[in-house]
T-cell receptor
Framework: DTGVSQDPRHKITKRGQNVTFRCDPISEHNRLYWYRQTLGQGPEFLTYFQNEAQLEKSRLLSDRFSAERPKGSFSTLEIQRTEQGDSAMYLC??????????FGPGTRLTVT | KQEVTQIPAALSVPEGENLVLNCSFTDSAIYNLQWFRQDPGKGLTSLLLIQSSQREQTSGRLNASLDKSSGRSTLYIAASQPGDSATYLCAVYSNSGYALNFGKGTSLLVTP
């Protein structure tokens, strides 16, 4: 068990470009979560998957954001037409129990 | 909407001191409360999980308490060490059980 992994760890992109992040949960974890953390703030919930079904989405997840978990294993988070306000750390977490979340190292996005 | 507040925002103590970090939440109808540690530029490490039926949890030099009626939790760190320097985040589970609602954290510096 190597823990939750996220790729890339750092991403620098120009405003208007699309970016995609990947999260690999701990093996056999059926629950997967995405959070966003801006500087000086706590993480904010974005979305939740149980297996391949997306069961909850935050209002923070605007139309430019889309998340998938096609086979109930890894997940991707795509941001289209990035804006400077999207600069943040994007955290992924996984778990099996409803009140249990193990976090990955995060992907730091910088939009220039 | 659940609001989680952490006081103080920052704290500096000399090595060896005992210290208390505070967390308050507005909706006492929580399920569980969890304390995390975050090192600069890193993901989150779970420290202690307190179930709603419990009043405290202990792990090594850490002790977390929960008072649902007053909407408060405290994290007590005994005999602090420079390695304890990090940001400590308090988070509560929403009614749906999917999203964690985080405070902004307390940045702790333990000086040798």
């Amino acid at each position: 068990d190597t823990g939750v992994s996220q790729d890339p760890r750092h991403k620098i992109t120009k405003r208007g470009q699309n970016v995609t992040f990947r999260c690999d949960p701990i093996s056999e974890h059926n629950r997967l979560y995405w959070y966003r953390q801006t500087l000086g703030q706590g993480p904010e919930f974005l979305t939740y998957f149980q297996n391949e079904a997306q069961l909850e989405k935050s209002r923070l997840l605007s139309d430019r954001f889309s998340a998938e978990r096609p086979k109930g294993s890894f997940s991707t988070l795509e941001i289209q037409r990035t804006e400077q306000g999207d600069s943040a750390m994007y955290l992924c977490a996984s778990g099996t129990l409803i009140y249990e979340q193990y976090f990955g190292p995060g992907t730091r996005l910088t939009v220039t | 909407k659940q609001e989680v507040t952490q006081i103080p925002a920052a704290l500096s103590v000399p090595e060896g001191e005992n210290l208390v970090l505070n967390c308050s939440f507005t909706d006492s109808a929580i399920y569980n409360l969890q304390w995390f540690r975050q090192d600069p530029g890193k993901g989150l490490t779970s420290l202690l999980l307190i179930q709603s039926s419990q009043r405290e949890q202990t792990s090594g030099r850490l002790n977390a308490s929960l008072d649902k009626s007053s909407g408060r939790s405290t994290l007590y760190i005994a005999a602090s060490q420079p390695g304890d320097s990090a940001t400590y985040l308090c988070a509560v589970y929403s009614n749906s059980g999917y999203a964690l609602n985080f405070g902004k954290g307390t940045s702790l510096l333990v000086t040798p």
